[in-house]
């Protein structure tokens, strides 16, 4: 069985669809590594670029350090859509969707790619931004890492829909469904 392979509710999968699809709507995601034998997660912002997630950092970073090492990656993006109260506690869940991306990473070297990859992370957080700013100077670009990881090895899984409730709390005189969850950004605060 490979990793990606859903072994809890394999009935939850995803298809390539919507990997990219929660990769773009997902404002960050988590990076795993092992270094010096120790498990580490690190959160980040990301870009897709086709079948290609890009990250970025100061090349002095661990994650852009160990990545560019050629250590292998475990990216996780979650949207957490609605929060599942059942009538029993046990039955709580919560409606998401998520992707797991294993593989290794490569250093971009290429000047067009790594200058496209940062217009991809700048439009992923805030559409529209790289056209209204200063774009990177050659010093900023050699103190900027961008690294490369295909979206090959990968899951998706999602749950939606209300609690799925057990015989002995049909009667119960307890509320039950779904609280939606979103993430919405407020009004802008000027500097």
């Not at 960050?28 to 890009?54: E, K, Q, S």
Request: glycine letters at 8%.
């Amino acid at each position: 069985m490979t990793r990606t392979a859903l072994r809890r509710h394999p009935e939850r999968a995803a298809d390539l669809a919507t990997v990219r699809a929660v990769l773009d709507e997902a404002l960050h995601c988590h990076v795993g590594l092992v270094r010096d034998g120790a498990p580490v997660v690190l959160p980040t912002i990301h870009a897709r670029i086709d079948d290609t997630l890009y990250l970025h950092g100061s090349p002095a970073a661990g994650l852009l350090r160990d990545g560019r090492k050629g250590l292998e990656l475990c990216v996780t993006a979650t949207i957490v859509d609605g929060l599942v109260l059942a009538k029993s506690v046990f039955s709580h869940s919560m409606n998401y969707r998520s992707v797991v991306l294993f593989g290794t990473a490569r250093r971009v070297t290429d000047a067009p790619e790594k200058l496209a990859g940062l217009k991809a992370v700048t439009e992923h957080v805030a559409p529209g931004r790289w056209c209204a700013a200063r774009r990177p100077t050659e010093r900023e670009l050699r103190e900027t890492e961008v690294l490369a990881l295909p979206i090959a090895e990968v899951s998706a899984k999602v749950r939606s829909g209300p609690p799925v409730e057990g015989p002995l709390d049909a009667e119960l005189d307890v509320w039950s469904g779904v609280i939606p969850v979103s993430l919405v950004r407020g009004e802008p605060i000027p500097a």
